[in-house]
């Protein structure tokens, strides 16, 4: 069962009605003790990582998953969800995250190398190039183009880039991973074939061993 974490500020009609659309009966819940009950946890979000991780604080929920993460269960963690997975945000001031992925959270500078100004946020759809196209998240997703809203984006480490496109002319990270923790900047709900794809492999992934998860 998918259990997906409500902090009031998560897009949750639009992942669950896409975890139904595949077949799934995912529930919401903001109650450590129901989310436990999960085989799989999704972390969606809309807004600023400070506000994220405040609510997430107040919840007990930031300690909560990252127990969860340290077990082994799958995580995913979807547009400001994923970022929360990183170390820091410079958003409205230093904030740190989560800390189970490693990288920071910087906004979009608004100006290429070369001086051209490109518009923030960065809205629309864009191809994606396949840095990891083995891991499992990406099985059977055909190239095509995802869906994006989001004014910051994740310095990531180079190891945990599954998936990027570009804007201006900055890497964007647009799916993370590193054993049982995902994550997408885009939504994959609203991303057509390609992110109800990635869904699918995430809704059928197994649990990962906790030595391996470490």
């Given at each position: 069962m998918i259990g997906i974490v409500d902090y009031g500020m998560g897009n949750l009609h639009s992942v669950t009605k896409g975890l139904e659309r595949i077949g799934h009966s995912p529930f919401v819940s903001e109650k450590i003790e129901e989310l436990e009950k999960a085989?799989?946890?999704?972390l969606?979000?809309?807004?600023?990582?400070?506000?994220?991780?405040?609510?997430?604080?107040?919840?007990?929920?930031d300690t909560f998953l990252r127990d969860w993460a340290e077990t082994g269960r799958p995580l995913l963690g979807i547009c400001l969800g994923m970022q929360l997975l990183f170390e820091e945000s410079e958003e409205n001031g230093p904030t740190t995250?989560?800390?189970l992925l490693p990288g920071h959270v910087v906004r979009f500078p608004g100006k290429t190398s070369t001086g051209q100004a490109y518009k923030v946020p960065h809205m629309g759809w864009?191809?994606?190039?396949?840095?990891?196209?083995?891991?499992?998240?990406?099985?059977?997703?055909p190239t095509g183009h995802v869906y994006f809203v989001?004014?910051?984006?994740?310095?990531?480490a180079e190891s945990v880039l599954v998936a990027s496109t570009e804007?201006?002319?900055?890497?964007?990270?647009?799916?993370?991973?590193?054993?049982?923790?995902?994550?997408t900047q885009f939504h994959p709900e609203k991303s057509s074939v390609l992110g109800m794809q990635m869904l699918r492999?995430?809704?059928?992934?197994?649990?990962?061993?906790?030595?391996?998860?470490k």
């Amino acid at each position: 069962m998918i259990g997906i974490v409500d902090y009031g500020m998560g897009n949750l009609h639009s992942v669950t009605k896409g975890l139904e659309r595949i077949g799934h009966s995912p529930f919401v819940s903001e109650k450590i003790e129901e989310l436990e009950k999960a085989s799989k946890i999704i972390l969606p979000g809309v807004g600023s990582f400070r506000d994220g991780m405040r609510e997430l604080k107040d919840r007990g929920l930031d300690t909560f998953l990252r127990d969860w993460a340290e077990t082994g269960r799958p995580l995913l963690g979807i547009c400001l969800g994923m970022q929360l997975l990183f170390e820091e945000s410079e958003e409205n001031g230093p904030t740190t995250g989560l800390s189970l992925l490693p990288g920071h959270v910087v906004r979009f500078p608004g100006k290429t190398s070369t001086g051209q100004a490109y518009k923030v946020p960065h809205m629309g759809w864009n191809r994606l190039k396949f840095q990891q196209p083995d891991h499992p998240i990406l099985q059977e997703v055909p190239t095509g183009h995802v869906y994006f809203v989001h004014s910051y984006v994740v310095n990531a480490a180079e190891s945990v880039l599954v998936a990027s496109t570009e804007y201006g002319d900055q890497l964007v990270p647009a799916v993370v991973g590193r054993n049982n923790v995902w994550g997408t900047q885009f939504h994959p709900e609203k991303s057509s074939v390609l992110g109800m794809q990635m869904l699918r492999n995430f809704a059928n992934v197994v649990e990962v061993d906790q030595e391996v998860a470490k």
